[in-house]
């Protein structure tokens, strides 16, 4: 429970404290820590109260919703190193994908009208030329999600158990703040509301996604008589890349025409059109998900993305969606906009 905020000093020192929070989070390195947090954390905020209404006794119900807490953090981070271990295997390998394509484009460039061609790489060793390119630019990036991969998980385990202790406490304790106090748990609590609505939107469309490109590359072509490669791969890689708003079906729908160019160039067209079609129609269904939700615009959160990429790197992309909504609903609340 909070006490009433009647000092707009304290307020404004909460809102310093909190973007230097933010601030450090991403120049440390703390990003996947401090989702993964916010993610138990709203999950154990959204079941525990629904487990208390069927027990009896103070003590029953912080036993429950400290069980409820240890089972998500276990199930999560379960998700989370299967993901690792089907990308490095020799199914899921990002490299064999990267490769497949690579190779695709070298093959096929003859099938390709000229006017497309120009703007296709020559072979493999530009495609691969091309793609070193970009990660020398985002080196400190690269470096992190390859060497430091180990530490990045260390965070995210740490992350959801601190969730799961916040979680734990705030469902089954009841705290009368002080001033300071008091705004920070506000700031928190429209940090998590803003996580909360941007990621559970987002897992919803990039999961409609995920399934209808897999019933479409596992169901659809092959009663064509098409039997693409790499299948498995490119529906779980549409689901991740589809945790991002926007540019996550460019990245998919870039891989998906590639590899389907292995088959034919009409293939390749028909499974574009596909994916227009699929688009147009969830631009509605985003549409409403995204706008409900966050109350957030497509050029807005593009704006946001480009801003903190040019920032932050790839971290930036990540984060821009959650920071945007977090600020667009503290000024909200305040009714600046």
């Known amino acids: 429970m909070s006490t009433p905020i009647k000092n707009s000093h304290v307020v404004t020192a909460s809102y310093f404290l909190a973007a230097f929070a933010l601030l450090l989070v991403m120049h440390r390195g703390l990003l996947a820590a401090l989702f993964s947090g916010l993610l138990v954390y709203s999950l154990v905020q959204m079941l525990a109260p629904r487990l208390g209404r069927k027990l009896v006794g103070q003590k029953g119900k912080v036993a429950a919703v400290a069980l409820l807490s240890a089972l998500i953090v276990i199930i999560l981070f379960a998700l989370v190193w299967g993901s690792v271990a089907f990308f490095r295997s020799d199914v899921g390998r990002l490299s064999v994908l990267l490769q497949k394509m690579a190779d695709i484009l070298e093959a096929t460039r003859s099938q390709i009208p000229a006017w497309i061609a120009a703007y296709v790489p020559v072979d493999a060793e530009a495609l691969r030329s091309m793609i070193t390119g970009w990660l020398h630019t985002h ?109 996550g079906n460019l990245i998919s729908n870039t891989i998906l025409v590639v590899i389907a160019l292995s088959h034919s160039v009409y293939v390749a067209l ?40 040019s920032i932050f790197g790839i971290p930036g992309v990540i984060a821009a969606p959650v920071f945007y909504a977090y600020v667009k609903k503290e000024l909200m609340d305040r009714g600046l906009v």
Do not use: C
């Open 139 to 247: 080196a400190l990036e690269a470096r992190t999600m390859g060497s430091e991969a180990g530490r990045i998980l260390a965070h995210i385990l740490i992350g959801m158990i601190i969730g799961a202790m916040a979680g734990l406490y705030d469902t089954t304790t009841t705290r009368v703040y002080q001033p300071l106090a008091a705004a920070l748990h506000e700031r928190m609590i429209a940090l998590h509301a803003s996580f909360r609505n941007v990621v559970f939107a987002q897992v919803r469309i990039a999961a409609i996604n995920a399934l209808l490109t897999g019933i479409y590359l596992i169901v659809i072509l092959p009663l064509a008589g098409v039997d693409l490669p790499l299948r498995k791969t490119m529906v779980v890689v549409t689901f991740i890349v589809g945790l991002l708003p926007v540019i």
């Open 270 to 309: 028909s499974s574009l059109v596909f994916m227009m079609v699929i688009h147009k129609l969830e631009y509605f269904l985003n549409a409403k998900i995204i706008g409900t939700h966050i109350n957030a615009r497509t050029w807005e959160l593009l704006t946001a993305m480009l801003v903190m990429e």
